[in-house]
T-cell receptor
Framework: QQQVKQSPQSLIVQKGGISIINCAYE??????FPWYQQFPGKGPALLIA?????SEKKEGRFTISFNKSAKQFSLHIMDSQPGDSATYFC???????????FGKGTHLIIQP | NAGVTQTPKFQVLKTGQSMTLQCAQDMNHNSMYWYRQDPGMGLRLIYY???????DKGEVPNGYNVSRLNKREFSLRLESAAPSQTSVYFC????????????FGSGTRLTVV
């Protein structure tokens, strides 16, 4: 049973555009929602995270939007750059879960 | 550099062979985790250790065993490797996980032939 559904699987965005990745969760007891960025040959690295008591969190060009009633959250990358090309994972934690539950990932390519 | 160190980085095993993946962290974190990453599957939790001396099964524990040797080290053992265990394995550690998140190692790419 997949508890965190992520879309799209892959995404191509032109340099300077906005990249949007969406996630939906099922377990209403989740209370921490991080996004991880992974470059080839490397482990995932924490990018930004949000708790359900806020609807939006911004760090530089990266923004998480959170909709608690819809059980959805999304990552927006503004002014996308070729260096942002990576695989992005959403995740969720809480409700007695043993560890982070990850989405299946989005392979993002930013075209110059 | 501080962080999570995994060894080896690459390994090829024959079906039925055994091996241990090593993981060490120098951040004084209490919790440690083993995940496997497969194409299109994301990361799936194999085992975790909430603190020194404790270990628990995650989502996909079959075919694996773990040892929390001390606060720094958490090893993953494959007793009889199978081709289905071909994957990239990541170790991670965390402290106040909801604030600081997990720190991942760079992974071990394992191929079982």
């Amino acid at each position: 049973q997949q508890q965190v559904k992520q879309s799209p699987q892959s995404l191509i965005v032109q340099k300077g555009g906005i990249s949007i990745i969406n996630c939906a969760y099922e377990n209403t007891a989740f209370d921490y929602f991080p996004w991880y960025q992974q470059f080839p040959g490397k482990g995932p690295a924490l990018l930004i995270a949000i708790r359900p008591d806020v609807s939006e969190k911004k760090e530089g060009r990266f923004t998480i939007s959170f909709n608690k009633s819809a059980k959805q959250f999304s990552l927006h990358i503004m002014d996308s750059q070729p260096g942002d090309s990576a695989t992005y994972f959403c995740a969720a934690l809480g409700g007695g879960a043993d560890g982070l539950t990850f989405g299946k990932g989005t392979h993002l390519i930013i075209q110059p | 550099n501080a962080g999570v160190t995994q060894t080896p980085k690459f390994q090829v095993l024959k079906t039925g062979q055994s091996m241990t993946l090593q993981c060490a962290q120098d951040m004084n974190h209490n919790s440690m985790y083993w995940y496997r990453q497969d194409p299109g599957m994301g990361l799936r939790l194999i085992y975790y250790s909430a603190s020194e001396g404790t270990t628990d099964k995650g989502e996909v524990p079959n075919g694996y065993n773990v040892s929390r040797l001390n606060k720094r080290e958490f090893s993953l053992r494959l007793e009889s490797a199978a081709p289905s265990q071909t994957s990239v394995y990541f170790c991670a550690s965390s402290e106040a996980r909801q604030i600081y998140g997990y720190t991942f190692g760079s992974g071990t790419r394992l191929t079982v032939v």
